[in-house]
């Protein structure tokens, strides 16, 4: 009996060592990310098949009764007949388009450009650049042997902490506490192996609020796209991370 129970607490005391030395080596990184702000360009491709779409509706569509929605004689009807005698039939049109009134003011209004003035300037420092682009945070590291390279935000899981809570501190620690984000989920993304040590990646969203680098970890940021990030990452990072960036 008595070498059993020093058997028991000789596995108990080595099963609890290695949680602690896998702890105090894991990492975190942060997908800190915008998402697009608007719809991107459509192809050729897709502006064919919605105009198809749209022809075949049209051709399939019940014939629009007027004396049903209008009463005869009134100015309603008037303007209503008025704009579909101006409409301008459309190259392949199977019918008449139906045109309502207010059409043509909506049809004159102008679109906002979708250059910005940051796109103009290259400012990578501006979220309102690359609207149609998601946009990942890259830091400039101010110390360590990463000091000068560009890197994900990231940092060391301590304590009791869980890979959702380490993310959080450590990314309010490198760029600042004036910044508002979400992390998504309590799961990794992926992981990359960097200088030794196991990096888990957790991907979180921007909600408001500025990035305000500390000058200790990091002097440095800017906001690029997946393809815009390969200027700035080691490319073996690079190569690893990119399977969990977004396409778009």
Not at 8 to 14: G, I, W
Not at 138 to 153: D, F, H, M, N
Request: one cysteine or more.
């Amino acid at each position: 009996m008595p070498s059993r129970t020093i058997l028991k607490r000789c596995l108990a005391t080595a099963a609890s060592a290695s949680p602690t030395s896998s702890r105090s080596t894991a990492h975190v990184g942060i997908l800190l990310k915008r998402d697009p702000v608007v719809l991107r360009d459509l192809t050729p491709f897709e502006h064919a098949y919605y105009a198809y779409r749209d022809s075949l509706e049209q051709g399939e569509a019940r014939p629009f009764n007027p004396d049903f929605y209008f009463k005869k004689g009134s100015s309603a009807e008037q303007r209503w007949t008025a704009a579909q005698q101006a409409a301008v039939p459309q190259r392949g049109e199977v019918k008449p388009r139906l045109v309502q009134p207010r059409d043509e003011e909506i049809s004159n209004l102008a679109a906002a450009s979708r250059v910005t003035e940051a796109d103009a300037k290259k400012d990578m420092k501006s979220l309102n650049r690359a609207l149609h682009r998601t946009l990942y945070l890259v830091t400039r590291k101010a110390s360590g042997p990463a000091k000068g390279k560009w890197e994900l935000p990231s940092g060391r899981v301590e304590g009791d902490e869980v890979l959702r809570e380490a993310a959080d501190r450590s990314l309010r620690k490198e760029v600042g506490g004036e910044l508002e984000t979400w992390v998504v989920g309590n799961t990794p993304v992926g992981h990359l192996f960097a200088d030794g040590q196991k990096v888990f990646y957790m991907k979180a969203h921007i909600l408001s609020g500025k990035i305000t680098p500390d000058g200790k970890i990091a002097d440095d940021y800017a906001w690029a796209t997946k393809e815009e990030l390969k200027e700035y990452l080691a490319p073996e990072q690079y190569f690893t991370l990119s399977r969990m960036l977004a396409a778009l």
